[in-house]
């Protein structure tokens, strides 16, 4: 993953581009056009996102998009998205190649950071996945490490499915809703009713007596298929998940974003020999959540939490 270059605090010099003026820059919000650009982006620098993305991101918060404009052309954006101004969180952070290392990543990332604490509640913390790079220019920031995140690919293959185990459906929601919020720390309906429905998904969920023990949701990526959510009550019934998965996308590459600090996670995902692909690391500005980590298989979206 490639990101701008990083500048101390106290340098209060921003270089510029060569064939602009920092006058004309614009730091605005994102139309969904910008977040569609925002994505194509993402996909060129490899981060491998899914073709549907926008549509949820966008119906999640649509005022939380923002960029820098040269000329009304978008050169630098990111996401500052706030959950009910309960919590936030910031991702998608990315400056277009040729205005890179010339300062203007920190400040729009410092802009967006201060936008996002004057659209929270007060005292409300925000969460991001900072990349190994940029990890101590996010601690800078303001930003804590929790927990180390590993993104791992494994060729779907064609595995038994536990009689315990069916597609999400629609009665499902509120049980689904509340199992999220142990494992996010907030509610997020409005985010939650849109991935669950993202054109290609495949869904799962573990019941015992009509009870949700875990859930899996599964995406089309530009590359591939991505797990996220996987979270589950414990360490057999996320096996039971992780296998409908695989077995929803055979020979096709399935990705999963695995919290390091959860040890069963990591057993499962060395079971069935995944192949470690890069790491980010959950970090905080304010307090943690409260989450249960045990449940966290696999992380939701490094994008929007």
């Known amino acids: 993953m490639n990101h701008t270059g990083i500048f101390s605090q106290n340098d209060v010099h921003i270089k510029v581009h060569s064939m602009i003026k920092l006058e004309d820059i614009a730091f605005r919000k994102l139309d969904f056009s910008g977040l569609k650009t925002l994505l194509s982006w993402a996909q060129q620098e490899g981060w491998n996102p899914g073709p549907y ?30 959950y009910n101004g309960e919590f ?30 004057d659209r929270l509640h007060d005292k409300a913390s925000i969460g991001m996945d900072g990349v190994v790079e940029m990890q101590h220019f996010y601690q800078k920031g303001g930003f804590e490490i929790a927990y180390t995140e590993e993104r791992y690919e494994k060729l779907g293959i064609a595995l038994e499915t536990n009689n315990n185990i069916s597609t999400i459906a629609t009665t499902d929601f509120d049980q689904i809703a ?61 096996e039971e998940l992780y296998k409908a998965c695989l077995n929803s996308v055979i020979d096709n590459p399935c990705y999963i974003d695995v919290p390091v600090i959860n040890k069963n996670a990591i057993e499962m995902i060395k079971k069935y020999e995944a192949k ?23 992380v939701t979206s490094f994008e929007l939490g």
Not at 88 to 112: A, C, D, H, Q, S
Not at 190 to 206: D, V
């Open 276 to 298: 470690y692909v890069f790491e980010c690391a959950r970090m905080y500005y304010g307090k943690p959540p409260q989450i249960d980590t045990t449940k966290i298989y696999g």
């Open 88 to 117: 936030g969180f910031m991702g998608l952070f990315i400056v277009k190649p040729e205005y890179r290392t010339n300062g203007l990543g920190r400040k729009l990332w410092y802009l967006r950071r201060n936008l996002l604490i």
């Open 53 to 82: 993305d926008a549509e949820a991101y966008w119906y999640t918060d649509s005022d939380g998009f923002y960029g820098f404009y040269l000329d009304d052309t978008l050169i630098a954006g990111g996401a500052i998205v706030s």
């Open 178 to 238: 509340s199992y999220d919020k142990q494992c996010f720390g907030f509610s997020r309906i409005n985010f939650l009713k849109s991935w669950i429905n993202l054109p290609e998904n495949k869904t799962f969920t573990y019941k015992i007596e009509n009870q949700i023990k875990g859930f899996a949701i599964v995406r089309k990526v530009a590359n591939g298929y991505k797990i996220g959510p996987l979270f589950a009550d414990n360490h057999g019934i996320a």
